[in-house]
């Protein structure tokens, strides 16, 4: 069977908190506007939310493939 493809939007947030435990500016955000655009800065932001409150980089990666996990069709 072949596997689902992610909603867009559930990417867009993985990607921008994956771009904020890189270091990478909000500005960088590749898309223009829309639901995308809101995702993946809502994840870029929660990822700066994570490194104030202490969480490392190991900390943030394991819980960004927990929420992954959690949002995956059973």
């Known amino acids: 069977m072949k596997r689902q493809k ?3 939007t559930e990417r867009a947030f993985t990607k921008g908190y994956q771009a904020a435990i890189a270091g990478r500016s909000r500005s ?3 898309h223009e ?5 809101h995702q ?3 994840g870029w932001r929660e990822s700066r939310i994570d490194q104030w409150d202490g969480l ?3 900390a943030q990666v394991q819980k960004l493939s927990q929420y992954q996990l ?3 069709p059973h």
């Open 6 to 8: 992610r909603d867009q």
């Open 28 to 30: 960088l955000c590749p």
């Open 33 to 37: 506007n829309g639901t995308a655009r």
């Open 40 to 42: 993946w800065l809502n």
């Open 56 to 58: 490392n980089r190991a």
């Open 70 to 72: 959690q949002s995956q």
